[in-house]
């Protein structure tokens, strides 16, 4: 598969009265044509700020980019004025907020809010972009469509609300699709239908997707590969098999072991203890040492760099040094299925 | 691990309506009846706009009841009472809120915060007994004394939800409500939260009523519990049987679209999805609510109401599949 994005060493920064606000520190992937990344991590891990760099919608200032690359289609995002980027937001990448009553204009049709991008990048006529907004509607499974495009946000509930933004983001067929929490203000069972619809869709279109979420049952279903973000890095990245079979880092670990199974009873859940760094102030070492159960005296004070554990597998955790002491996983973050080899 | 089987909670067909307009009621909870037993943790689950949250606040009294009743320890809590029955009341209910950034006075200290049950019902009666109070809840719920001089904006989600969790406790209740009580924090500090509130059980002998949308940690803090569906519940059952023999259509698909961190299960699982989206409580669907999503659906279902019924020993359903229905 063609590589068709690649972020190197990506630092972004905000500055505030107190500090500067180190959110996203040093963080490398790439994202190839056809595949759903997940980015997983708890709130201030870096996980949106990371995701919203590659649309360059981070306000600036406060926020700022301190170093390294978005490489898209061989240019580099944040070289970019803000004119070339209105050319690539909503026609190269599209993207899906998280709250679907906030991100649609109140005061204006879903037909409207649709058409405005196949207006703008394609140059088509009003009544020709309508008419793809009703196609598009249909698309995303929203019964009646030429009905519902000249309806507005409000008549809608919150699962059509949130088809109605997929079918936005994907009017200008965009290479990538950034899905920012797209599942989390809905309930489950509406869940269950926009997963399985952007997986209709990326099959149908091809578009790669970068799905932002902490749910790791969202990961196990949509995702092909995980990064795994801890204080504004990544600490562990692998294909989805990978990273629930064979993680390697203790917050990854830790992240399996909180997560309450639906198929053993009654057990004590494993809590990581403490809470997140400060990122004003962001720990010399290993971000993870402080809450870390296996942390050595090297995790305070270096940064781990990354061990490849297979082609596609990196982790950052000095464990995986061969002075370290040997660590196997604990019980607690094996959710079952067998184990790949790495 | 309810040992005994003493009804702490009785609710008997309650109701609570909202006039919307003119014309139109929203029939928010709409004849609930179920038994809190005395000790146990009892998950309430549903989508959003189901009416658990208001089941929640009616059973607490935060509203009033349009009909049917609440019996807490055998008195009724929606009664007329006087001032002082009104206190003893609810010194025995407390209440966790779901957003902690919204839930607690942002001009108070931490400290007022947990003490105004304190105060109000009288049980500090110096002002060192009042501080050793304060000092001893934050210490129970993994703060610590300094801690109480400080405003809630300083501290994190899950420390403040561990504040809310203290100042319910000031009071020393026998049942607390907990309206989703950790679907504002991170996972990784939603198993503390919840770890906390177990711990916090087997020490003092507490009733939950746990209020969610998630079921699988409802699964995991609960020892029954109640599907709700557009106001109504569907299913009781024990925690361990619902999850395995769902007997609703609605419980059965609302566990299949539960993803399972587990890559190789999602691949393979087959899942029940049920169309459309929850019809608006002020029309419910005549007959059965959940007969336009279902996949069963038969002809009586539109137009009988089906009966909540026991169709096997403390497992509750309301569907025509099943039993005399």
Redesign the interface.
């Known amino acids: 598969m063609k590589k068709i994005l690649s972020v190197k060493n990506l630092s972004v920064s905000f500055d505030t009265y107190k500090a500067e606000v180190k959110a996203v520190r040093d963080v490398s992937f790439d994202l190839h044509e056809e595949e759903t990344l997940a980015i997983v991590g708890e709130s201030g891990s870096g996980k949106s700020v990371t995701a919203q760099s590659l649309m360059r919608l981070i306000p600036m200032p406060p926020g700022k980019f301190v170093g390294g690359s978005i490489l898209f289609n061989g240019e580099d995002i944040t070289q970019k004025s803000e004119k070339q980027m209105e050319s690539i937001r909503g026609k190269e990448i599209g993207m899906i907020f998280q709250d679907p009553m906030t991100s649609l204009n109140p005061t204006m049709t879903i037909g409207k809010q649709i058409a405005e991008g196949l207006i703008k990048h394609h140059s088509m006529a009003k009544k020709e972009a309508y008419n793809r907004g009703v196609e598009l509607l249909k698309l995303v499974g929203i019964p009646t469509p030429e009905k519902r495009i000249n309806q507005y946000p409000h008549e809608f509930s919150g699962g059509m609300r949130q088809r109605a933004m997929i079918a936005i983001a994907l009017a200008c067929n965009p290479k990538i699709l950034i899905a920012d929490e797209p599942t989390t203000a809905l309930d489950v069972t509406i869940q269950a239908q926009i997963l399985d619809l952007m997986k209709e869709l990326q099959k149908e279109t091809g578009t790669a997707i970068i799905l932002i979420t902490h749910d790791l049952g969202v990961v196990a279903n949509a995702a092909h590969r995980v990064a795994v973000m801890y204080g504004g890095k990544i600490v562990e990245t692998g294909t989805v098999d990978e990273i629930f079979y064979n993680p390697r880092h203790p917050y990854t670990w830790g992240l399996l072991g909180s997560m309450p199974r639906l198929d053993n009873h009654d057990e004590e859940l494993k809590a990581i203890p403490g809470s997140p760094p400060d990122l004003a102030d962001p720990p010399k070492g290993c971000p993870f040492a402080a809450r870390c159960p296996y942390a050595m005296k090297a995790c305070g004070s270096h940064m781990p760099e990354y061990y490849e554990l297979s082609s596609t597998q990196k982790t950052a955790c000095w464990l995986l040094d061969e002075r370290a002491p040997k660590v196997e996983p604990p019980e607690f973050a094996n959710v079952g299925g067998s184990k790949v080899n790495g | 691990m309810a040992k005994t089987k003493e009804t702490l909670v009785e609710i008997k067909d309650l109701k609570r309506h909202f006039k919307v307009d003119r014309k139109n009621i929203l029939k928010a909870v709409d004849g609930l009846t179920f038994d809190i037993y005395k000790g146990e943790t009892f998950g309430l689950v549903g ?2 706009g189901c009416g658990k949250s208001t089941a929640g606040r009616t059973i607490m009294g935060l509203y009033q009841a349009s009909a049917g009743e609440v019996r807490f320890k055998g008195a009724s809590v929606h009664e007329k009472k006087s001032k002082r029955e009104l206190k003893n009341l609810t010194r025995s209910m407390q209440m966790i809120f779901q957003d902690p950034y919204a839930s607690l006075n942002p001009r108070m200290t931490v400290k007022d915060i947990i003490a105004e049950g304190i105060d109000i019902h009288g049980l500090a009666k110096t002002k060192e007994e009042r501080t050793k109070r304060v000092n001893e809840l934050l210490e129970t719920v993994g703060l610590n004394a300094e801690h109480g001089n400080r405003y809630p904006h300083e501290f ?4 403040r939800q561990r504040i809310g969790i203290a100042r319910a406790l000031a009071v020393d209740p026998d049942f607390i409500v907990a309206d989703e009580p950790i679907s504002a924090l ?7 939260v ?2 906390l509130m ?1 711990k916090l059980q087997k020490e003092r002998g507490l009733t939950y009523l746990f209020i969610a ?1 998630d ?3 409802v ?2 803090i609960s020892d029954r519990v109640g599907v709700m569906y557009l106001g109504n519940l569907v299913e009781v059952a024990p925690s ?1 049987e619902l ?1 395995e023999t769902p007997l609703h259509p609605y419980t059965q ?14 691949r393979t699982r087959e ?1 029940i ?2 169309e459309g ?2 019809p608006s409580p002020i029309n419910p669907p005549s007959g059965c609510r959940f007969r336009t999503r279902c996949p069963m659906a038969m002809e009586i279902c539109s137009k009988i109401e089906p009966k909540f019924i026991e169709h096997e020993p403390e497992h509750w359903v309301a569907c025509h599949l099943y039993g005399k229905n």
Do not use: F, T
């Not at chain 2, 994190?156 to 420390?159: C, L, P, R």
């Not at chain 2, 991170?186 to 503390?192: E, F, G, L, P």
């Open positions: 989508e959003s994190s989600g899950g420390q991170d996972v990784s500090i939603q198993a503390q919840v770890n177990k949308h079921l699988s940690m699964k995991h361990n999850y698909a609302l566990l299949s679209a539960i993803p399972i961190a587990n890559p190789q299960i999602e899942r999805i049920v989206d929850v």
